[in-house]
């Protein structure tokens, strides 16, 4: 639902929202002070490692637990007390928790059973749902019946027959193989946008969050660490947690010093200097600054006719690893270890391991991060 103007653009009305909550285990801290809002009809992952509260969070919205503090709201009505069964939400689970004894058809019906409603409208919406997913014709079957990848579908179908505005999906395609699992993100991605329904997706797989999000909350011990879209995710992270989280990072740690205007220069404890860029950042500190293997490149000899806004290191290979379509040089600096990843060109094989070379890369794909503050409020940026 559309509601306000901002900046020129219609903003959508958030369905989901969670404000400062907090909750305990006994000593643990699941979460801490956690802060979100979420819009209609968005796909958004909570993405982070074991341990992390992203689960946690997910079931709280679902009414699993209760927050010891804090306030979680669903279309505008706080439901902190509300029962699950009363949430209008549901929820995929990795495991399905299809009932083994029942055919495909009384499984997804089973919910709309237990609300009383007629039959005729039972098998319209029934059918209308397992062909929303793939499984026409396929109600008779048993789950014992079926693929990983159908009894998925069977899960989804079962709660998408709700009609529900907000679905949570809580690692749903963890038990798939590598290549199902990306055939059901596709699936699963086309299948929201189709319905406009609100999925709440919990993973710990960085790709995954990557391909389907709208955008993305990094989870880290009970807090947000970042939430963006995923091109801002991946491309400018804001701590080093986050770099480290998402993709392959190069990390350089020195003291920062200011330069002109945007422009930082860190000078490491081995003696480079390197330029990167930030904003809002406090200079005259130890810093890290990041940049990702594919901004590199790698050359036998030194880069000629170079701007100024290129950093130069010169290094030797230590390792090549084939990968298909790219080549991963690790490269030995001084002190540390630098990533390069290069496109499979017949020149790759110009290299050899123990060879001498130059490793240069522009500076705007070098930038600070951020120091963390403690407590800090994330909120959405809608």
Not at 156 to 165: D, K
Request: with cysteine; net charge positive; aromatic share 8%.
């Amino acid at each position: 639902m559309l509601t306000n103007i901002k900046e020129g653009k219609l903003l959508k009305k958030n369905i989901v929202q969670i404000k400062d909550v907090v909750k305990r285990f006994g000593n643990v801290l699941a979460l801490d002070h956690v802060s979100l809002e979420i819009p209609s009809g968005e796909f958004f992952s909570i993405l982070g490692p074991s341990g992390c509260g992203k689960t946690t969070l997910l079931r709280l919205i679902a009414g699993f637990e209760i927050p010891d503090s804090g306030e979680i709201f669903l279309e505008d009505k706080m439901i902190n007390s509300t029962p699950p069964y009363r949430r209008n939400v549901n929820t995929v689970f990795q495991n399905y928790a299809l009932f083994p004894h029942m055919n495909i058809y009384d499984n997804v019906a089973f919910g709309l059973k237990l609300k009383g409603i007629g039959r005729a409208e039972i098998k319209e919406r029934v059918m209308r749902s397992l062909d929303l997913v793939g499984l026409s014709g396929m109600g008779d079957r048993k789950p014992r019946q079926l693929s990983g990848g159908q009894q998925q579908r069977v899960a989804l179908s079962r709660a998408l027959v709700n009609e529900p505005p907000v679905l949570l999906l809580d690692e749903p395609l963890g038990a798939l193989d590598l290549k199902l699992r990306r055939q059901m993100q596709v699936e699963l991605k086309s299948l929201q946008k189709r319905l406009g329904i609100t999925f709440i997706y919990v993973t710990h797989d960085q790709e995954e969050a990557l391909t389907m999000s709208d955008r993305i909350a990094i989870m880290q011990t009970g807090k947000i660490e970042q939430m963006d879209i995923p091109p801002q995710i991946y491309e400018r992270p804001r701590t080093e947690f986050v770099a480290n989280f998402i993709g392959i990072s190069n990390l350089f740690s020195g003291n920062l010093r200011n330069g002109n205007g945007k422009i930082y220069t860190l000078t490491t404890s081995d003696g480079f200097e390197i330029k990167a860029t930030g904003e809002g950042i406090r200079p005259e500190r130890n810093a890290t600054v990041m940049v990702r293997p594919e901004k590199i490149q790698i050359t036998p000899g030194e880069p000629k006719n170079m701007s100024h806004n290129i950093n130069i290191l010169q290094g030797k290979i230590e390792d090549m690893i084939y990968l298909g379509n790219v080549i991963q040089f690790i490269v030995k600096l001084k002190e540390q270890k630098l990533i390069v990843l290069e496109k499979n060109y017949d020149k790759t094989f110009e290299f050899k391991p123990d060879q001498d070379v130059f490793v240069s890369w522009d500076i705007y794909s070098t930038f600070v991060l951020s120091e963390r503050v403690e407590n800090e409020r994330l909120f959405a940026q809608v």
